[in-house]
């Protein structure tokens, strides 16, 4: 179809072509006529070859696209086509920036302020803390100081009772060992002078036997 | 010539949805439909239960807003970027999730009468709108907070850039609407092409060059609205 409608633009192209060269040049017409000839037939056998090609390739598109080949009858594209579409489509932006905002930068954004809000002032305390935290430094350490005193004061009361208790328990035994080295003492002198009361007459006795013998 | 005509077919073809006076793009409207439930349900899903610490999808809408407000801080400023979070909030979410659907979901499996279903950042008149309302967005927010000293800022900083300055106004809807348009129908054509012509692998990193465009040109749009609107509160001296 595509290739016979074009060799009739052809050959009328041709014909218009010897028309005008007959007119212009009139003993040059049949070496003219001939060259046109062949250059059209030439192209005519190019043309053949080409709509051949696009048909196969076009046939496979076809085949591979149907919907898209109806479209090819309908009426040329426009991209820039404004119409009522636009206004339609600005009212449906407007309602959807109120729906939005409504239900999502809104609330949202109220939260993320919340939460800022919320970590600043928990930023902020622990900052206030620094001063609490050097307050109960001081006080413990405080403590640990008065810790230390009261356990030395403890540990010399302690040394000097414990000294006093010694001496005094010293002294006791000293004079109960004093006593008893008194008592001891006297005893035996006591006993030495019973001993030495009893020997006497058994002495005088022996004395005078001793005497009695001698003499 | 047959294999020009398919590829270039989906290019500004359109569902059109005729009363007797208006028309509109069907295509469009379906998809920006989608878009617009699909937000509403991650918003009711993951705000509807707010903890001080977030679980699941709250993780998701918290990060989002953060980005947000952190465009909104950096281009219009500390005292007055709050009352534009939700203007650049929802610029940045609709054009982000349209422009991924497009490159991620396949649109194209569900058949129309005519034209196809794509991102609704592939219409102009969506990218459009969204210009417009940006420009109405910077002057409002100017003259609400100047009045009518704002219009000072025409002869600023000298008389004669007042041409310029005019011109501005028009060039900016104009270089945000074409800017997101262009880039948006582009990846989807040349992905389009290349799965008509090797629909195997290779359109793959061109997929996730469209993945990183999309993503790059909503935060573009976002940026650049909020760097206007900051333009326009700043004081001029």
């Not at chain 1, 040329?76 to 339609?88: C, E, R, S």
């Not at chain 1, 040394?159 to 109960?176: D, I, P, R």
Request: hydrophobic share 50%; glycine share 6%.
């Amino acid at each position: 179809m595509n290739a016979a409608s074009r060799s009739v633009t052809a050959t009328s192209a041709k014909k218009a072509f010897l028309a005008s060269a007959r007119r212009v040049a009139a003993t040059r017409v049949v070496r003219t006529s001939a060259k046109a000839t062949s250059t059209f037939t030439f192209g005519k056998d190019l043309q053949n070859k080409l709509a051949l090609a696009s048909k196969t390739v076009g046939a496979q598109l076809l085949l591979a696209l149907p919907a898209l080949a109806e479209e090819a009858e309908k009426e040329p594209g426009k991209l820039f086509d404004f119409d009522f579409t636009l206004p339609i489509m600005a009212v449906q932006f407007l309602v959807l920036m109120v729906f939005l905002d409504k239900t999502w930068f809104s609330p949202v954004g109220k939260v993320l302020d919340d939460r800022d809000e919320n970590l600043r002032n928990i930023l902020s305390g622990v900052q206030d803390n620094t001063g609490d935290v050097k307050k109960m430094e001081d006080e413990a350490s405080k403590v640990v100081a008065d810790a230390r005193t009261e356990a030395a004061n403890l540990i010399t009361d302690a040394k000097k009772s414990a000294e006093t208790e010694g001496t005094e328990k010293l002294a006791a035994l000293k004079k109960k060992l004093d006593a008893q080295y008194e008592a001891a003492s006297a005893q035996l002198v006591k006993e030495e002078d019973d001993a030495r009361k009893a020997l006497e007459p058994e002495i005088e006795k022996l004395a005078k036997q001793i005497v009695e013998k001698v003499a | 010539m047959n294999l020009a005509t398919i590829a270039s077919l989906s290019v500004g073809q359109h569902l059109y949805w005729r009363t007797e006076s208006v028309a509109v793009h069907g295509e469009t409207l379906l998809t920006s439909w989608f878009i617009l439930g699909l937000l509403g349900i991650v918003s009711i899903a993951g705000n509807s239960n707010l903890k001080s610490i977030p679980e699941g999808l709250q993780n998701v809408t918290e990060f989002s807003l953060e980005f947000i407000r952190d465009i909104a801080k950096t281009q219009i400023g500390e005292e007055e970027h709050k009352e534009w979070v939700p203007f650049i909030g929802t610029i940045f979410l609709f054009i982000f999730v349209s422009n991924w659907s497009g490159a991620l979901l396949p649109w194209r499996v569900i058949e129309l009468p005519n034209g196809e279903l794509g991102a609704p950042t592939n219409d102009i008149n969506t990218t459009a709108a969204l210009a417009l309302l940006t420009s109405i967005a910077y002057f409002y927010a100017g003259i609400a907070k100047k009045g009518i000293s704002y219009f000072k800022r025409y002869v600023e900083p000298a008389p004669f850039l007042l041409p310029i300055n005019v011109l501005e106004d028009f060039t900016k809807p104009l270089s945000l609407c074409f800017r997101l348009f262009g880039n948006i129908l582009a990846d989807e054509l040349v992905v389009g092409v290349l799965l008509l012509l090797v629909p195997l692998l290779v359109p793959v990193p061109l997929m996730l060059l469209g993945l990183f465009t999309s993503a790059i040109q909503a935060l573009v749009f976002a940026t650049l609205a909020g760097a206007y609107i900051g333009e326009s509160l700043e004081d001029h001296h």
